[in-house]
T-cell receptor, first 115, second 116 residues
Framework: EPEVTQTPSHQVTQMGQEVILRCVPI?????FYWYRQILGQKVEFLVS????????KSEIFDDQFSVERPDGSNFTLKIRSTKLEDSAMYFC?????????????FGPGTRLTVL | GDSVTQMEGPVTLSEEACLTINCTYTATGYPSLFWYVQYPGEGLQLLLK?????DKGSNKGFEATYRKETTSFHLEKGSVQVSDSAVYFC???????????????FGKGTHLIIQP
């Protein structure tokens, strides 16, 4: 069964450093998402991406964040200058078709720790 | 804006007990409703979904009915197992936004602990 994969599973970085989190969505999917989950809190939507551009973003997704689909398979989230409060689990998700009824499939997540 | 409210956990039950996890929502349009499950150390997995009023989603013995009149989507299971121990998230996707790129709005999650 096709699945969303994410690398690395755990990333440790120093405050102020740039990090890139990588995701490989399900191959025939068209819509891509990033979410984050701060420890013990709810999962929060960050950004959605379709047709090589951002479709929707939340208030969390400020100028420190960017997303890119550099090739036909990868989808990345970059945090330009990490802060302590960026420590969280980051989930990538993808969906195949248009319409909110279709299911978003989530990857296993990348745990980001900012020291 | 959209929101999802779940009962706070943790919820601790004995094996074979009945389970209900309450979920209510507010949305501007005609949302689709989802339950996701997160097992320890793992990512989010779709448990079940319902896309319109009165639909019932079901999977692995769990079920939830989309109740538009009460804006609810409560998760139920008749007899829980130790292996059901996990965090359960209720979520919605608001069809009103259109475009097909909607982000999911999640509840805070309910930690379920099943004791043998």
């Amino acid at each position: 069964e096709p699945e969303v994969t994410q690398t690395p599973s755990h990333q440790v970085t120093q405050m102020g450093q740039e990090v890139i989190l990588r995701c490989v969505p399900i191959s025939n999917h068209l819509y891509f998402y990033w979410y984050r989950q701060i420890l013990g809190q709810k999962v929060e939507f960050l950004v959605s991406f379709y047709n090589n551009e951002i479709s929707e973003k939340s208030e969390i997704f400020d100028d420190q964040f960017s997303v890119e689909r550099p090739d036909g398979s990868n989808f990345t989230l970059k945090i330009r200058s990490t802060k302590l409060e960026d420590s969280a689990m980051y989930f990538c998700a993808s969906r195949g078709t248009s319409g909110s009824t279709d299911t978003q499939y989530f990857g296993p997540g990348t745990r980001l720790t900012v020291l | 804006g959209d929101s999802v409210t779940q009962m706070e956990g943790p919820v601790t039950l004995s094996e074979e007990a009945c389970l209900t996890i309450n979920c209510t929502y507010t949305a501007t349009g005609y949302p689709s409703l989802f339950w996701y499950v997160q097992y320890p150390g793992e990512g989010l997995q779709l448990l079940l979904k319902a896309t319109k009023a009165d639909d019932k989603g079901s999977n692995k013995g769990f079920e939830a009915t989309y109740r538009k009149e009460t804006t609810s989507f409560h998760l139920e299971k008749g007899s829980v197992q130790v292996s059901d121990s996990a965090v359960y998230f209720c979520a919605l996707s608001d069809g009103y936004s259109g475009g097909g790129a909607d982000g999911l709005t999640f509840g805070k999650g309910t930690h379920l602990i099943i004791q043998p």
